[in-house]
Nanobody, 123 residues
């Protein structure tokens, strides 16, 4: 099993930046990809960005492209989500997840999930 712990969320003013971190532990050798997903109140879960664990290929949702970026540090078993130019509509709980079979943007391909970190953007 892989355990994931997110950090870095908080309350920030519009236009600000945050860097979310997700540290993986356990059977990290089995990770194929990691991703960030978010869910705002009353809305469906949204895939934000994913990264292949070995090759480093990345995907970022069109809705946040240019403002969000995903990166990783394999030595630290950590994946990051850099969020710039925050908007009130970015307010959500952000979840980190690990996938074990392929690099994908589909949440169904990710089998281990963190507890989430709240990001709140004030206008």
């Amino acid at each position: 099993q892989v355990q994931l712990v997110e950090s870095g969320g908080g309350l920030v003013q519009a236009g600000g930046s945050l860097r979310l971190s997700c540290a993986a532990s356990g059977r990290t050798f089995s990770i194929y990809a990691m991703g960030w997903f978010r869910q705002a109140p009353g809305k469906e879960q949204e895939s934000v960005g994913t990264i292949s664990w070995r090759g480093g290929m990345t995907w970022i949702a069109d809705s946040v492209k240019g403002r969000f970026s995903i990166s990783k540090d394999n030595a630290k078993n950590t994946v990051y989500l850099q969020i710039n130019s925050l908007k009130p509509e970015d307010t959500a709980v952000y979840y980190c997840a690990a996938g074990f079979s392929r690099w994908s943007r589909d949440p169904a391909d990710f089998g281990s999930w963190g507890q989430g970190t709240q990001v709140t953007v004030s206008s």
